[in-house]
């Protein structure tokens, strides 16, 4: 089932209306619920498991998608890595190793002690805006930052310093305001 104006919806995301993801998911709930049934995924918990994790890659990686009216499958390809992932992290269980580590969650941040940074952050250009976003919310290394933009770790290091020197333009900027 293609939605012609997943387009324009995934445009309004990317443009900061993020509560609007949960129209995606009201979309594409069934199919990627039918991806995970037909990867072999059972029991009520883990398909709520395997759909949430699948939902929650999708919007965190959605500025990845290269072309906005491919939505689809691509979430069905994020679906199956998910119902995958699952099967594995069984099967590491079963045989008693240590379950792969979860992907870190962002820190919570509290209303007024560090949101004004996140807002500055924000009011620069995309590129800067996600490598600070993955570096200092997210947590990632630079060898993960790499592999989530599929860049050399040299690039990363080259990226944050630009990153962080726009930042501190912006912020010597707002201070002679």
């Not at 918990?45 to 929650?56: K, L, P």
């Not at 999708?58 to 979430?75: D, I, N, V, Y």
């Not at 060898?143 to 989530?148: G, K, L, N, Y």
Request: proline letters at 3%; one cysteine or more; glycine letters at 6%.
């Amino acid at each position: 089932m293609s939605h012609e104006n997943d387009g324009a919806l995934v445009e309004a995301i990317l443009a900061g209306d993020t509560a609007r993801f949960a129209e995606v998911v009201a979309r594409h709930d069934r199919r990627v619920r039918a991806v995970i049934g037909r990867a072999g995924v059972r029991g009520k918990g883990d398909v709520e498991d395997v759909v949430q994790r699948s939902f929650y890659l999708a919007f965190c990686r959605l500025a990845q998608l290269g072309a906005a009216k491919r939505l689809e499958p691509w979430l069905v390809r994020i679906a199956e890595r998910c119902a995958a992932d699952h099967f594995r992290a069984r099967a590491r269980a079963r045989r008693g190793m240590a379950p792969l580590p979860e992907a870190p969650a962002a820190p919570r941040r509290r209303e007024g002690e560090e949101s004004w940074i996140w807002e500055e952050v924000d009011s620069l250009a995309g590129p800067f805006r996600r490598i600070l976003r993955l570096r200092y919310e997210k947590g990632l290394s630079y060898a993960e930052i790499a592999r989530e933009l599929s860049v050399a770790e040299s690039t990363v290091r080259g990226r944050l310093y630009e990153a962080r020197r726009a930042l501190r333009e912006r912020l010597i900027e707002e201070d002679r305001r």
